[in-house]
């Protein structure tokens, strides 16, 4: 029998940049909120002399513990979906953070042509040229309506970085200067611009100085100890929600954090959120939470999973193509979105051991919609990048193609390359496929007995197409910075999806749009449906773009943040539905 707890006037699922921000915001602003989190608590102390790779890249130790709870993946309807087991094939956030402890940091905004793809894209090249099946659509908003969000996200994270020469427009700098210039990011830029593309220092939350954030929270200065990503920084340089927006509501004295309180339902009644059922997971007692207003921000897959299990919205059916939660799964996966060249140098040397998860350059010359692609067997992008994340010794060990993997030669060569060889990548953009999508395993449960989600996912002729052609520039750039031997990665016909979920990187499953027929919620990432019930994160992503999605998670969660304020003194929804063409 569930306890019922004081009500609250905010309640949030989950304690990462998407719950943490609107906590803070709601908090600051005088509201009661109640943030429920699966995992433990964490400091900043916690991580102190705990660069330990065995403990963090191989065990993962930070990691959601994927025996109590995971999804189930196939790449068809006509396979049985199978439990994702290993850490290896899945890192996904937990305790205080979320992911957000354990990222690289490296942000971008998304482009305009991201918000507007539908529109932009017939407006260009006509209707025929999406591909049927392919279910991009407009998000509901326009980068204009985003930008001062993205700005206020980036003054919170203390973000470092220098202007995009061909970027779009910005109300303001980067709070803080770009991060160091390496040999290698040298030889990368130099041989971009040779080629006529735009390079420029990637935007980082690895704060570069000093800085205190407009919350007052105070974000030190990144040494570029390289044990970044799957790490927490015990310097506290990088910006994470511990640091910033947690610290910040915390303060206020309106947020309580419970931590091991595993959220399984939304409670609803007459077309309202009503609370959130869950369970302590030290004593098994189940909670019931009141609250005015719900927050769902546990990551895409905690959220669409909350929806289908709570009955809330209509679960998206492949098969006839109706229904919205679960619908336009997409993400970057580690053997399609993210490849490019590997040079290896006989008589250059590079410190390849020390970087920052988000140290590097980038271009943007062949983003989202910049490239025409009038042509082209593709739409949308990629970026290019050279990141600079320092190798960690157990974790890489790069020879060139053709070494032995043992005895002298292997030995000899891991040596003699060690600081030999550098990386050059892009990342793709994922467009979303009325084959791809989440629903509810009907065989495999969770550790209180409730169905897993499950996900279909397959590869198509879009995603080899864009990652080839993006695989192409990276080995221009690679032979332009002069390696001895390039070997570009290779994208097979016959590639498929490997069931991995490594990159952090996934959206989809309860979207945003104008049109309720169309999508799950407003631009506010309120519930069309349920108009005191939001939900946050990349979840509301209709399409991934080719960046990563961090910076866009949080402007948006700042953007739910001023929604629910005006929710909690107006009512209603927030934005009128538009029928638009596709209802
Ligand atoms: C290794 C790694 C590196 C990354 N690097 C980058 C990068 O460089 N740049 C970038 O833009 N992005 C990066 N990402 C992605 C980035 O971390 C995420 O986009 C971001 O953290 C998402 O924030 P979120 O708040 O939506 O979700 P999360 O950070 O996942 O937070 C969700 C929280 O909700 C909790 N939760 C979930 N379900 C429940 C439940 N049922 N009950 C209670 N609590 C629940 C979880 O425990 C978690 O703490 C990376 C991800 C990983 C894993
Ligand atoms: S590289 Fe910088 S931001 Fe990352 S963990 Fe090390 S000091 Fe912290």
């Known amino acids: 029998m569930a306890k019922k707890l004081k009500k609250a006037d905010v309640a949030i699922i989950g304690s990462g940049w998407a719950g943490g921000i ?34 963090y890249s191989q065990r993962y130790a930070l990691m959601q513990d994927l025996s ?74 326009t980068y204009d309506d985003l930008e001062p969000y993205y700005d206020k996200y980036e003054k919170t994270a203390g973000m470092s970085g220098e202007p995009n020469p061909i970027g779009p427009k910005r109300s303001d700098d980067y709070p803080n200067v770009p991060s160091l210039e390496t040999p290698s990011i040298r030889l990368f830029k130099d041989a971009s611009e040779k080629l006529g593309y735009h390079p420029y220092q990637l935007p980082t939350a690895n704060v570069t100085e000093q800085y205190t954030n407009p919350d007052g929270e105070t974000i030190n200065a990144c040494v570029y100890c390289a044990f970044c990503e799957t790490y927490g920084c015990h310097f506290g340089a990088k910006a994470d929600p511990i640091i910033t927006v947690l610290k910040t509501a915390q303060k206020t004295g309106n947020y309580e954090l419970r931590y091991n309180a595993y959220a399984h339902r939304i409670l609803h ?6 609370g959130v059922l869950y369970t302590d997971t030290l004593t098994g007692q189940e909670y019931e939470q009141p609250a005015d207003v719900v927050v769902a921000a546990g990551f895409i897959f905690s959220n669409t999973r909350l929806m289908l299990l709570s009955k809330i919205g209509t679960p998206y059916n492949p098969k006839t193509r109706e229904g919205i939660i679960g619908k336009n799964f997409t993400g970057h996966f580690s053997n399609i979105n993210y490849l490019g060249a590997r040079g290896f140098f006989e008589k250059k040397e590079f410190n ?66 060690a600081n030999r060889h550098l990386y ?160």
């Open 22 to 55: 609107i906590g803070a915001e709601l908090s600051k602003k005088g509201y009661k909120v109640v943030a429920l989190e699966r995992g433990e608590d964490r400091e900043v102390a916690d991580f102190r002399g705990e660069k330990d790779e065995l403990r």
């Open 68 to 141: 109590k709870d995971t999804m189930t993946s196939r790449a068809t309807q006509d396979e049985e979906a199978l439990p994702v087991r290993t850490n290896k094939n899945a890192i996904l956030g937990t305790d205080k953070g979320g992911s957000g402890v354990h990222w690289n940091g490296v942000n971008f905004r998304y482009r305009p042509y991201d918000f507007e793809i539908r529109s932009k894209t017939v407006e260009r090249y006509g209707e025929s040229k999406i591909p049927k099946g392919m279910t991009i659509q407009d998000w509901g908003l």
């Open 269 to 274: 009644q007459n077309g309202k959120a009503t």
């Open 352 to 417: 390849t051991f020390m970087g920052a998860g988000a140290l590097g350059a980038t271009f943007d010359d062949f983003a989202a919609d910049d490239l025409d692609h009038t042509d082209l067997d593709f739409l949308h992008g990629f970026e290019v990048q050279h990141q600079v994340s320092g190798l960690r010794p157990i974790e890489n060990n790069f020879v060139p193609s053709g070494t032995p993997s043992w005895g002298k030669e292997f030995k000899d060569k891991s040596i003699h390359y």
């Open 424 to 583: 050059v990548n892009a990342l793709t953009g994922t467009m979303p496929w009325d084959h791809n999508y989440m629903d509810l395993d009907p065989k495999y449960t969770d550790f209180r007995g409730d169905p897993l989600l499950r996900v279909t996912n397959k590869y198509t002729d879009q995603d080899k197409n864009l990652m080839r052609y993006a695989i192409d520039i990276c080995t221009k750039i690679m032979k332009e910075m002069g390696a001895d031997t390039v070997e570009p990665d290779k994208v097979e016909d016959d590639t498929e999806f490997n069931n991995s979920y490594t990159t952090g990187h996934f959206a989809g499953g309860v979207i945003m749009g104008d049109d309720p027929a169309t999508s799950a919620l407003n631009s506010y990432q309120q519930m069309w449906e349920m108009d005191n019930l939001f939900v946050a994160g990349a979840s509301s992503f209709p399409h991934f773009g080719n960046y990563n999605p961090t910076e866009t998670v949080g402007a948006l969660a700042y953007r739910t943040a001023d929604g629910i304020d005006r929710y909690l003194k107006e009512g209603g929804l927030l934005v009128q539905a538009e029928q638009t063409a596709l209802s």
